[in-house]
Every structure is written in C-alpha cells, then in structure tokens.
C-alpha cells in the first residue's frame, strides 16, 4: 500500500490548514475588538483536539473546532416545513461563538 503516506500527509494538511484558517480569523476579530477598546487576546492554542482559548476584557473561555463545526452547519433557514442544509462561513460562525461564549 504505497499511498498510506499520501493519505496521512493530506489529513496533516488539512489538520493544519484548518488550525491556521480558525487562528487568522480569530486573531483578525480580536484585533478588531482592540480597535473599539476592548481587551482581547488569543492566550493558547491546541492541536489535538483543534482548540483556542481567548480572553475578551478579562473572562477566559476555550472554543474547540467541534463547536465551530457544529455552529458552520446550524442554520434557521426553513423552506416547506424542511430545515435547509447550508454551511456559515467560518467568520460568521466565529462570531457567533464569540459572543455566545461571552455571554455564557
């Protein structure tokens, strides 16, 4: 079975590739809470399981990369009695999780 290794080299990839898309937003929606005075910063970060923990004005919580799986994939939308699938960006559902968790 030569193609074992391109099979773990592509989930590495893409384990990475989703650690640093989730990062660059974070740090880009915390940069824009600086901007409007409000304390915030991206303390640790872990791989495996893909978490964050961040600090918004002095409270401390942690995002893993299921819950914003699960938040990309939730939706309202309604068409005929039948919940429409659809996918939130990642922002939009960063955001979301954001002030969820800060109002928790």
Do not use: C
Request: net charge negative; aromatic share 8%; charged share 40%.
């Amino acid at each position: 079975m030569e193609d074992w290794k391109e099979k773990i080299k592509a989930n590495v990839d893409a384990h990475r590739k989703r650690r640093d898309d989730v990062t660059n937003n974070l740090n880009t929606m915390l940069g824009e809470l600086k901007e409007v005075g409000v304390v915030a910063h991206l303390i640790d970060s872990k791989e495996y399981p893909l978490s964050w923990t961040l600090d918004i004005a002095g409270k401390r919580f942690e995002i893993t990369d299921m819950e914003i799986q699960n938040k990309e994939f939730e939706t309202d939308e309604w068409y005929r009695g039948k919940q429409v699938e659809g996918r939130k960006e990642l922002k939009e559902a960063l955001q979301e999780l954001l002030v969820k968790k800060y109002e928790d």
